[in-house]
């Protein structure tokens, strides 16, 4: 392909992507397809010959467009948004197209620059202190797996990375159980252990952990042998929206000089409304670090997850690795490889810098606010639904539901909704029972397109109760 045919195909896929977008509603949210429907239309064997771009199109439309789940779809209401907002598509374009690997300031200084100062431009907006700085990374799993690694080599004295942990004792890490599964295989990355994940129950109206319970189990450990290294705590919770009161949290952790992370993955996004910070997000700035996705509910095209830092040293001391091809020389520069676990890094900093500007921070504000006034008003239609319950009152803009039946009617009317294609929900479970989550947060829905749940539950829990 040269480039003027590189230039007549893009056109082509921008006014494709354009009207994929204006006739989402009109497709099924979630895949119809079959396991292996799609698999059986791929050649077994790669081409010997070259193809024309009209062809592989077609191919596209036809073969895998059937077996896509939409997650721009504004009646996408399952696990959190994945958001793709209009410029934050265009600004992947441009970075595709200079196609830079931004590892180290000399190999694209704007990428390095442009990064720091979206950072702080999302300091301010969720209202962090002044001394926090911090990186960009794919996602919140990176960032959980880079702070458990902090913790690792802190507990250690810095010693893991060289010497291996054989000899060095069982380390511990607290959380709630109510944190997501990427705090679980951090620590088996890590090489901590499931077993030395020490989750305390979740309680109270945001479910989360008692620091009081978190206090007792530490104390209980260092009398075992164990030694304590951290505590993650959770605003915004995968299941439910549990969320963790952190002023005491942070009490315990002082009183052992743990290293803490918080994790904001999904949540963190509302708390550029300052209205929500009181509820959640007193005394953060205690907090070592702390991460939330601009890729979920902020509409920033996936992957972008900023991981602040309230001192990069201690994740310096344990990340940064520089053999002689990595050396820089001149004046001191930032080479953000050195925070992150991949040395490979694109330039996702130019998709918050084109979001930013183009919708400005009120209007992402209002979004926000809309997604939350929505799922109030939605919970209390569901409420309103003969026999149904709901389990778990909203936190934001997520709660949880159940219909009349036993859990295996619960995942029978989830699946019932979910191949009618309507909507897109996600079963979950809490206290031991089945439930259905419900969260509001893709970035173009409206208020009839959350409206549509209440109906469409009705009318298949109709059909199959």
């Known amino acids: 392909m040269d480039w003027d045919e590189f230039a007549g195909w893009s056109k082509h896929i921008a006014d494709w992507g354009a009207q994929y977008h204006q006739t989402l509603r009109d497709r099924p949210v979630r895949a119809q397809t079959k396991p292996g429907e799609i698999a059986a239309q791929l050649p077994s064997s790669p081409p010997t010959q070259p193809e024309d771009m009209q062809t592989i199109l077609r191919d596209f439309e036809d073969i895998v467009m059937p077996g896509m789940t939409h997650w721009q779809h504004p009646r996408f209401f399952a696990y959190f948004p994945a958001n793709a907002a209009p410029p934050s598509m265009l600004a992947e374009q441009l970075v595709n197209t200079v196609a830079s690997q931004c590892m180290l300031w000399q190999t694209s200084p704007a990428a390095t620059e442009v990064e720091g100062r979206m950072v702080d431009w999302m300091r301010q907006a969720l209202g962090l202190g002044d001394g926090f700085v911090g990186v960009i990374q794919d996602s919140a799993s990176s960032a959980t797996l880079s702070a458990v690694l902090t913790m690792r080599e802190r507990a250690t004295g810095y010693t893991g990375n060289r010497e291996g942990l054989a000899g060095k004792g069982p380390l511990r890490i607290y959380c709630s159980d109510q944190v997501h599964s990427s705090i679980d295989r951090a620590c088996w990355v890590a090489g901590i252990g499931q077993d030395n994940l020490v989750k305390i129950k979740g309680a109270g109206p945001l479910s989360g952990m008692d620091a009081k319970d978190l206090s007792a189990a530490i104390h209980k450990d260092i009398e075992a042998g164990y ?32 290293y803490t992370h918080l994790d904001a993955a999904w949540a963190g996004s509302a708390m550029i409304c300052p209205e929500y910070r009181e509820a959640f997000w007193q005394d953060v700035d205690g907090f070592d670090s702390i991460v939330f996705n601009p890729h979920k509910w902020l509409g920033a095209q996936f992957d972008c997850s900023i991981q602040f830092l309230r001192d990069p040293l201690p994740q310096l001391n344990t990340l940064k690795i520089e053999p002689e091809y990595l050396k820089t020389s001149g004046d001191a520069v930032t080479n953000y490889s050195e925070w992150t676990i991949p040395l490979g890094r694109r330039f996702r900093a130019l998709k918050l810098w084109f979001l930013i500007r183009s919708y400005g921070l009120e209007g992402l504000q209002q979004r926000i606010r809309n997604h939350v006034n929505w799922a109030h008003e939605l919970c209390e239609e569901l409420r309103a639904l003969e026999g149904f ?26 699946d019932r909704i979910n191949d009618d294609g309507r909507i897109y929900l996600t079963q979950g479970s809490f206290e031991g029972a089945k439930i259905i989550r419900v969260q509001v947060g893709q970035f173009d829905c409206t208020r009839e397109d959350v409206m549509t749940i209440p109906p469409v539950v009705q009318e298949i829990w109709d059909m199959i109760k």
């Open 227 to 258: 030694t304590p290294a951290g505590i993650i705590a959770i605003t915004g919770g995968t299941g439910i929206g549990a969320s963790d009161d952190l002023g005491p949290i942070l009490k315990v952790a002082q009183a052992h000089n743990l």
């Open 389 to 414: 319950e709901i389990v778990t009152e909203p936190i934001l803009s997520l709660f949880s539901f159940r219909c009349p039946g036993d859990d295996a009617m619960q995942q029978r009317l989830v």
